[in-house]
């Protein structure tokens, strides 16, 4: 056997689609895992059909019938007879009432335990775990906001600008910046109403508000006894509406001793509730280099690439490794090159990001020396509009900054997808523009990026 664990899993089925199931398909062939894919009709030609060992149709195109659907995705477990289930990313990943039932069936979800999922996914509580492991976090409310009058006096307390955010959260749903009080009443109702209402959970809580941030996430790994390592940071501040178009490592703001010091903090935060799994640590960077907790992810995450391409490890293959009861060495992982994300979505730069999906005619994915991309997408694949709009991830790597941009510009002018419109002359701009060149960036910086219609 290749892996000193006895209990590698011989089967796992992916409960997820598109370019991330392919990705975990390709390393559980490399490892001599056996592959069942689940798929909805919408997904009947879709390559992660193709590649796995078995597939099992769950059901219609829409999510909540197909790849949400727990008693379906049971199912394919049982006939095929997987012994663990990768998640991937979205879907069920951070749903820690799937943990729990697939625990029941006696089948491992990779990822953390039902427990942990809960304590992160509830952000008061998350909040609250970090002040007790000695992680900073943003000066604000201890726990949920009862009433407008005690939310003005806080408000007050903690010195405008602050922002509201809801404790089921996530993604700026229900989040609201608040500058003097005659705005707090109305801030502080909407709020509570977009919460209950996106979350049937209408918990707020306050925060001092951090101007022009950075996101700078800290990617982790934990073994099931008790050993925690980080592998360094993405910067991730490049985002429109909170979702992500590019990610990088390392970070052009990055000191050594910043990441010795984010770094630190993420792997206390990991071995205070001894964290099993990989998964992510983000933070706020202000300008002067302080860092604050946001919040933490408990799955793999789209972007996790940047890192592999950065420490040369699959992270794909810890997860598992770590899964099946492996333990890790404990060591910290450091970047050796500079990697750059870009994300390809079916979404016209031109009108605002409008989903574009439809058949692509002609498909040709970029190559050669550093270039990496990883999709399900080939010519004559039909863009669901049923599911996200990402259809590839295009990530350079060099030994600088500088000649990563270069090379992503020439790998984004030979990307060529015709058919539907996609995101790369905004990523075409944008590795142009000045201020991103200069790594002068904070979350705030595609709010007065103008793509330019030519
Ligand atoms: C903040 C913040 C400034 N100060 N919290 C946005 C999504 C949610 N996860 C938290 N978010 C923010 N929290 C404090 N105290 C600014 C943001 C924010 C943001 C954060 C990361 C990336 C993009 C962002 C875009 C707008 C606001």
């Known amino acids: 056997m290749?892996?000193?664990?006895?209990?590698?899993?011989?089967k796992i089925l992916i409960a997820n689609?598109?370019?991330?199931?392919?990705?975990?398909?390709?390393?559980?062939?490399?490892m001599g895992i056996k592959t069942v894919a689940v798929y909805s009709t919408a997904d009947r030609e879709s390559l992660h059909v193709k590649f796995a060992d078995e597939a099992v149709c769950i059901g219609p195109p829409s999510s909540k019938e197909s790849y949400l659907n727990v008693s379906k995705i049971m199912a394919a477990v049982e006939i095929t007879n997987a012994d663990a289930i990768h998640?991937?990313?979205?879907?069920?990943?951070?749903?820690?009432?799937?943990?729990?039932?697939c625990t029941d069936y006696g089948i491992k979800f990779i990822g953390p335990t039902a427990d942990m999922i809960r304590k992160m996914g509830d952000k008061i509580t998350a909040k609250d775990t970090m002040i007790k492991a000695g992680v900073p976090v943003v000066p604000g409310s201890e726990g949920l906001v009862q009433d407008v009058k005690q939310g003005l006096n806080l408000a007050k307390q903690i010195g405008y600008p602050v922002i509201l955010k809801a404790t089921a959260g996530g993604g700026?749903?229900?989040?609201?910046?608040?500058?003097?009080?005659?705005?707090f009443e109305a801030a502080m109702n909407s709020a509570q109403q977009e919460a209950e209402a996106s979350f049937a959970n209408g918990g707020i809580y306050i925060e001092k508000f951090i101007e022009e941030p950075r996101h700078i996430e800290i990617q982790v790994i934990?073994?099931?006894?008790?050993?925690?390592?980080?592998?360094?940071?993405?910067?991730?501040?490049?985002?429109?509406?909170?979702?992500?178009?590019?990610?990088?490592?390392?970070?052009?703001?990055?000191?050594?001793?910043?990441?010795?010091?984010?770094?630190?903090?993420?792997?206390?935060?990991?071995?205070?509730?001894n964290y099993e799994g990989v998964g992510t640590v983000e933070f706020l960077v202000d300008k002067h280099g302080?860092?604050?907790?946001m919040e933490m992810n408990t799955?793999?995450?789209?972007?996790?690439?940047?890192?592999?391409?950065?420490?040369?490890?699959?992270?794909?293959?810890?997860q598992i490794l770590v899964a099946a009861g492996e333990a890790i060495s404990g060591k910290n992982y450091y970047p050796q090159m500079h990697a750059i994300e870009c994300r390809i979505n079916a979404e016209d730069p031109f009108n605002d990001f409008r989903?574009?999906?439809?058949?692509?005619?002609?498909?040709?994915?970029?190559?050669?020396?550093?270039?990496?991309?990883?999709?399900?997408?080939?010519?004559?694949?039909?863009?669901?509009?049923?599911?996200?709009?990402?259809?590839?991830?295009?990530?350079c790597r060099a030994h600088t900054r500088e000649e990563c941009i270069l090379k992503m510009k020439r790998a984004l002018d030979e990307f060529i997808v015709e058919g539907i419109k996609t995101t790369v002359p905004f990523h075409r701009q944008l590795m142009d523009d000045e201020k991103f060149k200069a790594g002068d960036f904070h979350t705030g910086f595609l709010d007065d990026f103008e793509i330019e219609k030519k």
């Open 2 to 10: 290749w892996y000193n664990t006895l209990n590698m899993f011989k």
């Open 17 to 30: 689609r598109g370019e991330i199931a392919l990705r975990i398909i390709r390393t559980c062939k490399e």
């Open 87 to 101: 998640p991937g990313y979205g879907f069920l990943s951070e749903n820690a009432d799937f943990a729990d039932i």
């Open 172 to 183: 700026g749903k229900g989040m609201r910046i608040v500058w003097k009080d005659e705005e």
């Open 222 to 273: 934990g073994d099931q006894y008790g050993n925690a390592a980080h592998l360094s940071e993405r910067d991730c501040s490049i985002q429109r509406r909170h979702q992500k178009l590019v990610e990088e490592s390392p970070s052009p703001f990055m000191t050594d001793e910043l990441r010795e010091r984010m770094g630190e903090a993420a792997v206390k935060a990991c071995k205070y509730i």
């Open 290 to 293: 302080e860092f604050y907790f």
């Open 299 to 318: 799955r793999i995450q789209v972007e996790h690439t940047v890192t592999e391409e950065v420490i040369e490890r699959d992270l794909i293959k810890e």
């Open 355 to 395: 989903p574009s999906p439809g058949t692509v005619t002609s498909f040709h994915s970029s190559k050669g020396y550093g270039v990496r991309v990883d999709t399900h997408v080939y010519a004559g694949y039909t863009v669901s509009p049923y599911y996200d709009s990402m259809i590839a991830k295009l990530i």
